[in-house]
């Protein structure tokens, strides 16, 4: 098994600035979605290289704005209420992906107004281009040694001692006495090998992710298709992994095995179901031989 790298929080510095793993992380996010969606707007008719900027713009403050909004509202609406000020503590980390992914569909509403398109054919372009934000914010999440999964007995050589769960780990020994067969002395801490769910996260609702709506989104498919494949995949592939993922602390599961992060996808995988069957239903594309345009 492994012991997680404790790596320095900061990536590099330039001269007095201090460059962050996470935020070199989103930096990396954003450049890729651009170069991807100037990469898709060469191939489509009606977009533009100003339209990308524009478009990459707005999706970045949607992520930003959304993520912490989202993050706080969600679990630590208590914090927010005992100090409203919380919001605005970004250095101290938390982002919610499904807060994100609200204020980008917010700030993809303004950019279709704006360049007067179809919502949904702005969404089918520009979805593709999100899985590899997803990767490299994962492996961020990694990195710094966050969002660690659960204590498995399973002996997989891939699980990992998290030196950052110290206290989790001991307060799981101390109501589970059973645990200390697994428990390993790690600098004086003794520590419980747990999934690497960081990493599950970044191959699945990154990686494959990617490839499977990049290949689908490269040939003409009826509008809100693209889009629907998205949260399909995103949604299974987060559902799926929360089941190796140390649930929200203070937070009872539901119905006793269902976290918070299960809850609020389950609408993702809902919506994605219904825009699918419409897509196929109405046969509306955006470019290819049966465009209409409307």
Known sequence: ?????????????????QVHWYGFMYLLAFVAAY????????????????MVSDLVFFGALGVILGGRIGYVLLYQFSELLQNPMYLFRVWEGGMSFHGGF??????????????????????????????TG???????NYINGELWGRVSDGGYNWLTYFPQAVNFDAALIATNPALQSLMTDVN?????????SQLYEALAEGLLTFILVWWFSSKPRPRMAVTALFMLCYGFSRFTIEFFRQPDEGYALIFGWMSKGQLYTLPMIIIGIVLMVL???RQQYDWGKYATHS
């Open 279 to 281: 897509a196929y239903r």
């Open 134 to 140: 997803l990767l490299f914010g994962r492996i961020g």
């Open 35 to 50: 170069g991807l969606a100037w990469y898709r707007s060469t191939k489509r008719e009606g977009w533009s290289t100003e």
């Open 1 to 17: 098994m492994m012991i997680h790298p404790q790596f320095d929080p900061v990536a590099f510095s330039l001269g007095p600035l």
């Open 188 to 196: 004086g801490n003794y520590l419980l090998p747990r999934h690497p």
């Open 102 to 131: 609200i204020g980008v569909a917010l700030a993809m509403v303004y950019f279709a107004k704006k360049y007067k398109k179809p919502i949904f054919n702005v969404l089918d372009f520009i979805v593709p281009c999100v899985p």
